[in-house]
């Protein structure tokens, strides 16, 4: 099946430095999205990103699909992005996500 | 518009019981999958259901089972609960069967505790 790599694992950053988190993946896909999930198990979309580049206030993505990877850029951190990051991705005619391993994000004031 | 909604939000079962969890997706969503997360790990897909019918299932054993309603709601079963099934258990919703091209969206989960 598929494979989804995220590094790195975990990150630890002081309020208000920025970040990147990457994803790669095994194969070509025609769904990838970004979930934050928080320390009370909530996983919220971040972003629906199978190619191209999207922005959402301090929060971008870009996805390269002919290369096989995504990035998920925080700008400005806050403790409130504390959790963990996770990448899932999904190929054509396929009818399950296939989730990374997730990033820890520690965001210390 | 609400989201997806699961419940209940905690459960506690001993081993060898069962259980039932239900889901209902976004308005206008036909399709819904089923989730299992165990600490520490991202979700792993259990099943997919479109128009009443299963369309994808993943590694599970035939203790997991689900249906969904003509109202598109699901429910999870599981049978002869072990230590193992202890988890957060995740419902998502997306448009249509083509869900390979349409996102996701998750609840907020029922995290099952097995004694």
């Known amino acids: 099946g598929i494979q989804v790599e995220q590094s790195p694992p975990d990150l630890i950053l002081q309020e208000g430095a920025n970040s990147t988190l990457r994803c790669n993946f095994s194969?070509?896909?025609?769904?990838l999205q970004w979930f934050h999930q928080n320390p009370w198990g909530q996983l919220i979309n971040l972003f629906y990103?199978?190619?191209g580049t999207k922005q959402n206030g301090r929060l971008s993505a870009t996805t390269v699909a002919t290369e096989r990877y995504s990035l998920l850029y925080i700008s400005s951190s806050q403790t409130t992005d504390s959790g963990v990051y996770f990448c899932a991705v999904m190929y054509a005619g396929s009818y399950q996500l296939t989730f990374g391993k997730g990033t820890k994000l520690s965001v210390i004031p | 518009d609400a989201g997806v909604t699961q419940s209940p939000t905690h459960l506690i079962k001993t081993r060898g019981q069962q259980v039932t969890l239900r889901c209902s997706p976004i308005s206008g969503h036909k399709s819904v999958s089923w989730y299992q997360q165990v600490l520490g790990q991202g979700p792993q897909f259990i099943f997919q259901y479109y128009e009443k019918e299963e369309r994808g299932r993943g590694n599970f054993p035939d203790r997991f089972s689900a249906r969904q309603f003509p109202n598109y709601s699901s429910e999870l079963n599981v049978n002869a609960l072990l230590l193992g099934d202890s988890a957060l258990y995740l419902c998502?919703?997306?448009?249509?069967?083509?869900?390979?091209?349409?996102?996701?969206?998750f609840g907020d989960g029922t995290r099952l505790s097995i004694l």
């Open positions: 194969d070509s896909v025609n769904n």
């Open positions: 990103i199978p190619s």
């Open positions: 998502a919703s997306s448009l249509g069967q083509g869900a390979s091209n349409q996102p996701q969206h």
